[in-house]
């Protein structure tokens, strides 16, 4: 199988990472938006745009699944790209939503949805935890750690500002759902702010358990052909890749 991963930036590569781990694909075509990331403070109709547009892009590959890494698109354009694509579309939400699902068998368990402001404001993984009985639910939008995380501060003091200005107010949740690509590369940090006590939702790790359940995966791949492309500085993307992907 081929598939090809999309996203606003270089977050995507978190997703990337964890197919690389589990060796799902053959090949993995890459697309990161990045002259015009972020999308997590643009508004529903330009969010579209610039997904059905990449879907262009794949269009150039012979393609047999795409996966919308970027949870911005994923709470806003899936539809308009099924409705549009020529072959599979899964998104980065349904699939997170399933992972906590299955690791709190408590129905009252307290949820913690992290994001952009565009996801967050898409209220996306609050109906969806709450047509799977979840009710315990708050959202909180954490911008702030995208230039965060892209500028490399994983851990330190402005990461510990942060946090401390968004979570101050927030008791310990049961889980916590890393809803934008970038925050996996600080759940260390956000996983020891509340004590090492909450369940960390991680959406890469989400969709191959997703995938898993759906697809056949009889082969494995020790070896991944790997294409990144970038709408802009592509060079600065494939660095990115080559050290978080450990290439
Ligand atoms: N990839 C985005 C997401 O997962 C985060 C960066 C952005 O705002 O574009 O929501």
Known sequence: MKVGVFDSGIGGLTVVKSLLEHKLFEEIVYFGDTAR??????????????????????????????????????????????????????????????????????????????????????????????AHGFYNVESQATGLFVPIVEEGLFTGEVLES????????????????????????????IGSYFQHQSLLIHSGEAIVEYLEHRYDFTERFEETAMKFFASENPDALKAVAKQWLAL
């Open 37 to 130: 990331v972020p999308y997590g403070v643009k508004d529903r109709n330009t969010i579209i745009r610039y997904s059905l547009e990449a879907l262009e892009f794949f269009k150039n590959f012979d393609i047999d699944l795409i996966i919308t890494a970027c949870n911005t698109v994923s709470a806003y354009a899936l539809e308009e790209m099924r409705a549009q694509a020529h072959c599979d579309v899964i998104g980065v939400v349904e699939p997170g939503i399933l992972a906590a699902k299955n690791a709190l068998k408590n129905p009252n368990a307290k949820v913690l949805v992290l994001g952009t402001r565009a996801t967050v404001s898409s209220g996306a993984y609050e109906s969806l935890l709450n």
């Open 162 to 189: 942060t946090m401390h200005h968004y979570f101050k107010n927030h008791q310990i949740p049961d889980a916590i759902i890393l809803g934008c690509t970038h925050f996996p590369l600080i759940a260390d940090a």
